[in-house]
């Protein structure tokens, strides 16, 4: 009789997913999940593509927002060193999973967007941009080979001796995570990962649902956001300000309104 069932080699990426569980399993955090009116900056973003013919990357202007938030309370984003000292860094490290090509198949990678707080909206876009356009380089595909093709006790002996250095952290995977698994669907939801930053933010769906504006009822663009900090370094108020930040440049279109 026929089998009805295939055996497929298990990929080799999938093998950091387990890793970062592993070492992410013990760490104290603390979870909110928001609801932002987003009607504002979808509209500033179809205005500049009908005037343009660009249509600005909404990751992008996420990760713009994100940075200003931050700048305003470096402290959401501290690591704590070996002695157990806070590091509180200057520049906003962004890391973004961005679908590249790699021999005809596309491939999630992390890419950092250095300093983001310093950086305009239109910066991060072509930045964001130019990296999706950009195939896996040789040396890249290589690199992540080696990685992934280590023993597991090695790798998570690597990633342990990193997670112990903040400029480690900073420099090989920045200080904040930025993942937009809502832009691969439609609808609302929310999603939660395991996080090995001090700050993650998980992009769910956009959905329309009825929202009070001037008193009156009307149709609303929401969106689900995660945000995910790291409760050892940041307490709850400070994380609530944070929301708030965040909720307020998000609603209002930060940069955007510097493309009308």
């Known amino acids: 009789m026929k089998p009805n069932f295939q055996i497929e080699p298990f990929p080799k990426m999938r093998r ?21 009116d987003v009607t504002l ?16 990357s909404f990751t992008a202007f996420l990760a713009a927002c994100v940075g200003c938030a931050v ?9 704590r060193n070996w002695k157990g000292d806070l590091v509180v860094f200057d520049e906003v490290d962004i890391s973004i999973l961005i679908e590249r090509e790699q021999d005809g198949e596309k491939h999630p990678l992390a890419h950092i967007v250095r300093a983001a707080n310093r950086k305009a909206l239109l910066e991060i876009h072509n930045e964001i ?6 195939p896996h380089s040789d040396q890249e595909a290589k690199s992540l080979n080696i990685i992934v093709s280590m023993p597991r006790f090695i790798r998570r002996f690597m990633l342990w001796v990193v997670s112990k250095s903040p400029h480690l952290r900073k420099q090989n995977l920045g200080t904040v995570t930025l ?14 990962a395991p996080s090995f930053h001090p700050l993650s933010l998980i992009v769910g769906g956009i959905a329309e649902k009825p929202g009070v504006v001037n008193g009156q009822i009307e149709v609303r663009d929401v969106l689900s956001l995660t945000l995910d900090f790291d409760h050892e370094t ?8 944070f929301a708030k ?5 998000i609603e209002s279109g930060f940069g955007l309104a510097e493309h009308e």
């Open 41 to 56: 900056p979808r509209q500033l973003i179809r205005e500049h593509e009908a005037r343009t013919g660009e249509r600005l």
């Open 245 to 249: 930040r965040l909720v307020d440049l």
């Open 71 to 79: 700048d305003a309370d470096k402290h959401i984003h501290a690591m």
């Open 16 to 36: 950091l997913a387990p890793d970062i569980g592993w070492l992410t399993r013990s760490r104290y955090r603390m979870s909110g999940m928001l609801e932002i």
């Open 129 to 134: 941009r130019q990296v999706q356009a950009r």
């Open 234 to 241: 940041i307490d709850g108020a400070p994380a609530a300000r």
């Open 179 to 192: 993942s937009a698994v809502g832009m691969f669907g439609n609808g609302a939801g929310w999603a939660i």
